[in-house]
Nanobody
């Protein structure tokens, strides 16, 4: 089983920046993609960004130009750099790991954008 440990969440002012990290460990093989999803209170979980095994990236339209997903293969770590944060970005952010068996999820890290 793959374990995902997220870090970097917290409280940030509107317009500020935050960088999330997700370190993967365990039985890592046949990776299809890793990504970030978020879930605000009372709302469905939604895609933020993902990166495939080939390095291709895609973003939700509302995140494009503000958020950047990247990876460090040597550290088995994926990052999410978030800039120009808005109050509506407030949510629990989850790291995902996708292989042929399905999807594994991290525990989530809270991001709160408020003055």
């Amino acid at each position: 089983q793959v374990q995902l440990v997220e870090s970097g969440g917290g409280l940030v002012q509107p317009g500020g920046s935050l960088r999330l990290s997700c370190a993967a460990s365990g039985s890592i093989f046949s990776i299809y993609a890793m990504g970030w999803y978020r879930q605000a209170p009372g709302k469905q979980r939604e895609l933020v960004a993902r990166i495939t095994s080939g390095g291709s990236t895609n973003y939700a339209d509302s995140m494009k130009g503000r958020f950047t997903i990247s990876r460090d293969n040597a550290k088995n770590t994926v990052y999410l750099q978030m800039n120009s944060l808005k109050p509506e970005d407030t949510a629990v952010y989850y790291c995902s790991y996708n292989d042929y068996l399905g999807v594994s999820w991290g525990q989530g890290t809270q991001v709160t954008v408020s003055s």
